[in-house]
C-alpha cells in the first residue's frame, strides 16, 4: 500500500514575534530563579556557618581560660614554701643561687616562662633565669599591676609584654608573708610566675578561622595570624595611648589599627565584617565575639565567608539547570507532535527510496563479487610467485654465505697446511725412534715417544675440528652463546698467521662470561672475517696490534675488533658494506666479506658498524642483545 499521498498535518512555527517574546520571558524567569535560589543559599550557608563559628569558639575560649587558670595555684603554693621566705627574710646575708635553682627547677616542671620573688620596694632578688644575660634580677616592678595588688595582701593577674625580653606573657603573683599572725601584717615580698601564649596559638592555626583576643582597650594581644598582634582593634585616642604608655604593657609597641569595618550586622551577637588594610583585607568574614570573664578579655573568630559565596554559586547554577530541563523539557513537547509528523513523512519517502535503492545494490554487489574473485585469484598466485623468490633468494644467500667462509678457509690454507706439516714431521721422527728403542728393548723410551706422538694427533684432530666447525652450514637455530669463548675460537683459526706476524693481542673483556642469543656459526663467520680483514690490514706495520673486546651497555653486548693498521679511508666508510666494494688489490677478494657479515648481523637482530680510532686504525664494532643464562636453559655452544 503506497502512503506517499496521504496528508499529514504539521503545526505551523511561531511567528518572530511571538518568539522573541518568549525568550524573553523565559530569560527572566532563568534570572529570578538563579537569584532566589542564592539567596535561600546565602541565608542556610550564614547559618551553618555561624553555628560552626559559635562552636569553635566556645572551644577555644574554654581551652585558653583552662591553659591559664592551671598555673593559678603556683606562686601561692611557691609563696608558702621555707626556703623562700627564709631568703625573703634576711636576702643581703644569704647566698640566692640555691633559690635560683629551686626557682628554676619548679620553672621546668610546670613548663612555665619565668619564676621570680620581689621584695616590698618591687626589685627582684631572686629568679629563675638568674644565667641569662636578660635576667630579671635587679629589676623593679614596682609600675607592674600584678605587684600593687599582690603587695595589698591579694592576689595579682596580668598581661603584658616584657620589659626585658619583650615576649608576649601573662603573669600571676602572689603575696609572700613572713607574719601573718598581726592584724595589720603586711605582705614582705611577691612571687610572681610568667606563662607563655603561643602554644595556644599554634593550636589556633591549626582552624579553618581567625581567632584573636581583645583586653579592656581593645589591643590585639593574641591572635592565630601573627601580624595581627600587638595592633589596636580600633583607633585609639591621645588619652588611651598615654595611659597604655604609663603602664609599659605595650612597651613602646605602634599599636597601629587593624582596619577592621562592620559591613552588615547578622544576628545577635554576630556582624558581617571585613578589613581595609592589614593581612585579613580583601575579603569578607563573619564575626563572633565571645566575653572571658575570668580575665575580662574578649575573643573573637573571623570565618571566611568563602562556602557562602560558593554556596551561592552551585545553588544558583543548579536552579539555573533544573529550570533549564523543565524549559528544556516544553520545548521538546512542543515540537515532538511536529516531528512526528514530519518523520512519518520521510519514513515513507526513505521506504521508497531504500527499496529503489536496494535493487540496484544487488546488481552492483553481484557484479563486483566476480571483480574481487577475480583480484583474489591473481593475488593468491602473486603470493604464491613471491615465496617462491624469498625461498630462492634465501638459498642463494646461504650459499653465498657458504661460498665466502670456503673463500676465507682458502686464505687460511696456507698456514693451516704449516700447522699440519710440523706435527706430521715430528710424529715421523717420534715413530722412527720408538721404533729403535723397541729393538733395543728400551721400552720405556719406546713409551714416551708414543706418548708423544699421541698428543701430536689430538692437536691434528683439534685443527681438524676447528675446520669442520667452520666450514659446516648454519643451521639457523637460535642459541646461548659465550662471547669470549667464540672469540678465542676464530683466534685460534689464526694461530700461525699471529706468530709469523709477530702480532701482539689485547684481549679487553669482563672476567664474567658475557651470552648473546644467536646462530654460533654465523657469528664465527663475522668474527673470522673481521680478525682476517685486521690482519692484512696490519702488513707493513712496525708493532701490529690486534684489540679483542666484549662489554656491556643497556642491555647490549659490544664486541670489537679493532687494529692500528692505516684505518679506513673517510670518503669509504659510507661504502665499506656495499656488496662488491673493495679497497685490496684485485685477486686478493671480492669485497663481499664485510657485506655477508653486515646482513648476518641484521639477520641476528644485532648491527655491523665501522669506525677509524683517534690513534689510527680501523675499529669494527658488533652489537646483540645480551641474554643471560638462566638454569633451565639447554648447554650453551662454547660454554
Given amino acids: 500500500m503506497n502512503s506517499a499521498g496521504v496528508n499529514h498535518q504539521v503545526p505551523a512555527p511561531l511567528p518572530l514575534r511571538w518568539r522573541r517574546l518568549w525568550l524573553l520571558v523565559i530569560s527572566l524567569g532563568l534570572l529570578l530563579c538563579m537569584w532566589q535560589a542564592a539567596q535561600l543559599a546565602r541565608e542556610q550557608a550564614l547559618a551553618n556557618l555561624q553555628d560552626d563559628a559559635e562552636n569553635e569558639l566556645r572551644l577555644s575560649a574554654a581551652n585558653l581560660n583552662g591553659y591559664l ?37 619548679f620553672r621546668f616542671t610546670a613548663g612555665v616562662s619565668d619564676v621570680y620573688l620581689l621584695n616590698r620596694e618591687g626589685d627582684t632578688i631572686a629568679a629563675s633565669n638568674w644565667h641569662r644575660p636578660n635576667t630579671f634580677i635587679g629589676q623593679n616592678y614596682a609600675f607592674r599591676s600584678y605587684y600593687t595588688d599582690a603587695i595589698a595582701g591579694g592576689q595579682g593577674r596580668f598581661f603584658g609584654l616584657g620589659i626585658k625580653s619583650l615576649e608576649r606573657g601573662y603573669y600571676f603573683s602572689s ?38 583576643v ?31 604608655r604609663a603602664t609599659r604593657r605595650y612597651a613602646m609597641e605602634p599599636l597601629t589599627p587593624s582596619g577592621i569595618e562592620v559591613n552588615a550586622p547578622y544576628r545577635q551577637g554576630s556582624q558581617l565584617v571585613s578589613f581595609s588594610q592589614g593581612p585579613l583585607s580583601g575579603s ?5 565575639t565571645r566575653h572571658i570573664p575570668e580575665f575580662g578579655w574578649q575573643m573573637h573568630i573571623l570565618k571566611p565567608l568563602t562556602p557562602v559565596i560558593s554556596a551561592q554559586w552551585i545553588a544558583a547554577l543548579m536552579a ?35 527499496a529503489r535503492v536496494r535493487d540496484e545494490l544487488e546488481v552492483s554487489v553481484e557484479r563486483r563479487t566476480r571483480d574481487l574473485v577475480a583480484s583474489n585469484q591473481r593475488l593468491s598466485d602473486e603470493i604464491e610467485e613471491r615465496r617462491r623468490a624469498e625461498a630462492s633468494l634465501r638459498q642463494t644467500q646461504d650459499e653465498l654465505i657458504q661460498a665466502a667462509k670456503l673463500a676465507v678457509l682458502g686464505q687460511l690454507a696456507a698456514g693451516i697446511n704449516h ?13 722412527e725412534n720408538a721404533r729403535r728403542f723397541m729393538e733395543l728393548a728400551r721400552h720405556d723410551k719406546a713409551d714416551a715417544n708414543l706418548e708423544q706422538i ?28 659465550s662471547v669470549q669463548a667464540c672469540i678465542d675460537y676464530a683466534l685460534r683459526l689464526f694461530q700461525s698467521r699471529l706468530r709469523e706476524g709477530n702480532i701482539t693481542i689485547v684481549q679487553d673483556w669482563p672476567a664474567e662470561t658475557l651470552w648473546v642469543k644467536g646462530d654460533l656459526v654465523r657469528l664465527e663467520q663475522v668474527l673470522v672475517n673481521l680478525i682476517g680483514n685486521a690482519l692484512q690490514a696490519m702488513k707493513g706495520v712496525a708493532s701490529p696490534q690486534l684489540t679483542l ?51 648476518i648481523m641484521d639477520d641476528l637482530g644485532g648491527k655491523l658498524q665501522a669506525a677509524n680510532q683517534p690513534n689510527g686504525g680501523a675499529s669494527f664494532t658488533i652489537t646483540l642483545p645480551y641474554s643471560p643464562l638462566t638454569h633451565n636453559q639447554e648447554s650453551p655452544s662454547y660454554a
Avoid: C
Avoid at 515540537?335 to 519517502?349: C, I, S
Fill in 284 to 288: 569578607d568574614y563573619l564575626s563572633l
Fill in 175 to 212: 603575696p609572700v608573708w613572713l607574719d601573718d599572725t598581726s592584724p595589720d601584717a603586711q605582705p614582705d615580698g611577691v612571687l610572681v610566675v610568667k606563662v607563655l601564649l603561643d602554644d595556644v596559638e599554634e593550636s589556633w592555626a591549626e582552624q579553618d578561622a581567625e581567632l584573636f
Fill in 69 to 105: 587558670l592551671r598555673y593559678d595555684y603556683l606562686p601561692q603554693m611557691l609563696a608558702t614554701r621555707e626556703g623562700v621566705q627564709r631568703f625573703l627574710a634576711s636576702p643581703d646575708s644569704q647566698d640566692p643561687m640555691p633559690l635560683n635553682m629551686l626557682l628554676d627547677r
Fill in 320 to 354: 539555573g539547570g533544573l529550570y533549564g530541563v523543565v524549559t528544556l523539557g516544553a520545548g521538546i513537547g512542543w515540537q515532538r507532535l511536529r516531528l512526528r509528523r514530519e518523520r512519518e513523512a520521510f519514513a515513507q519517502r526513505e521506504r521508497n527510496t531504500l
Fill in 454 to 481: 699421541v698428543e701430536l694427533t689430538e692437536r691434528m684432530a683439534d685443527i681438524s675440528a676447528q675446520l669442520r666447525q667452520f666450514s659446516r652450514k648454519s643451521s639457523e637455530r637460535q642459541e646461548t652463546i
Fill in 214 to 244: 581583645t583586653d579592656s582597650d581593645d589591643i590585639i594581644f593574641m591572635a592565630s595570624h601573627p601580624e595581627l598582634r600587638m595592633n589596636a582593634l580600633y583607633s585609639l585616642t591621645d588619652e588611651q595611648r598615654q595611659s597604655l
Fill in 419 to 431: 700447522e699440519l706439516n710440523q706435527p706430521l714431521a715430528a710424529i715421523r721422527a717420534y715413530a
Fill in 549 to 599: 673486546g666484549a662489554h656491556t651497555h643497556q642491555q647490549q653486548v659490544i664486541i670489537s675488533v679493532s687494529d692500528n693498521g692505516p684505518g679506513i679511508p673517510e670518503e669509504h666508510l659510507g661504502h665499506i658494506f656495499e656488496p662488491f666494494f673493495t679497497t685490496k688489490a684485485p685477486g686478493s677478494g671480492l669485497g663481499l666479506g664485510l657485506s655477508i657479515s653486515s646482513r
